[in-house]
Antibody, heavy 114, light 110 residues
Framework: QVQLVESGGGVVQPGGSLRLSCAAS????????MHWVRQAPGKGLEWVAF????????DYADSVKGRFTISRENSKNTLYLQMNSLRVEDTAVYYC???????WGQGTLVTVSS | QTVVTQEPSFSVSPGGTVTLTCGLS?????????PSWCQQTPGQAPRTLIY???TRSSGVPDRFSGSILGNKAALTITGAQADDESHYYC??????????FGGGTQLTVL
């Protein structure tokens, strides 16, 4: 059974930084591309970033490009999202996911507020 | 910027069949966009029902099916049940590693 468990969310001031982690089990993590997807309160899903199974390709939504960095550590079955220069509009639940059916995490809430 | 379009809301009777669609503000959806469909009930994390147009995720009942209908991706629910009442999101691979979600469809079963 696939499990994706996010952590690292919290409250941060505008301009601050956070690093999210996603621990994976029950899937061949090193063979799967992974995504971060977010959902602002009361809103729909927004794709944030993708990383290829080997980390060689990374892509970002325009809304986070230059501020967020996706990475992975296959030896630890862990996905990361480094978020810098956070804005109020980045407030959301952040999910890690494999969009090819392997599963979604339960999400971690990031609140950007002064 | 291309927008992924979905019906904002839809309703179906219990036991009925409903088809939700996923289009583009400019152009046609094809299998080259690898359309996926996700289901989300309030307060829960999403789950992927269908990926690569028509492949069901593990554990998804076969009353959920995906296809291309005309110039759109489609999710068909055959024999709708009360617990199918959810938000349904499509997501498309726009190429160059960029994915875009549609705004979602709120499905009511009544």
């Amino acid at each position: 059974q696939v499990q994706l468990v996010e952590s690292g969310g919290g409250v941060v001031q505008p301009g601050g930084s956070l690093r999210l982690s996603c621990a994976a089990s029950g899937l061949s993590f090193s063979s799967n591309g992974m995504h971060w997807v977010r959902q602002a309160p009361g809103k729909g899903l927004e794709w944030v970033a993708f990383i290829r199974y080997d980390g060689s390709i990374k892509d970002y939504a325009d809304s986070v490009k230059g501020r967020f960095t996706i990475s992975r550590e296959n030896s630890k079955n862990t996905l990361y999202l480094q978020m810098n220069s956070l804005r109020v509009e980045d407030t959301a639940v952040y999910y890690c996911a494999n969009l090819l059916g392997a599963g979604w995490g339960q999400g971690t809430l990031v609140t950007v507020s002064s | 910027q291309t927008v992924v379009t979905q019906e904002p809301s839809f309703s179906v009777s219990p036991g009925g069949t409903v088809t939700l669609t996923c289009g583009l503000s400019s152009g046609s959806v094809s299998t080259n966009y690898y359309p996926s469909w996700c289901q989300q009930t309030p307060g829960q994390a999403p789950r992927t029902l269908i990926y690569n147009t028509n492949t069901r995720s593990s554990g998804v009942p076969d009353r959920f099916s995906g296809s291309i209908l005309g110039n759109k991706a489609a999710l068909t629910i055959t024999g709708a049940q009360a617990d199918d009442e959810s938000h349904y999101y499509c997501v498309l691979n726009m190429g160059s590693g960029i994915w875009v979600f549609g705004g979602g469809t709120q499905l009511t079963v009544l």
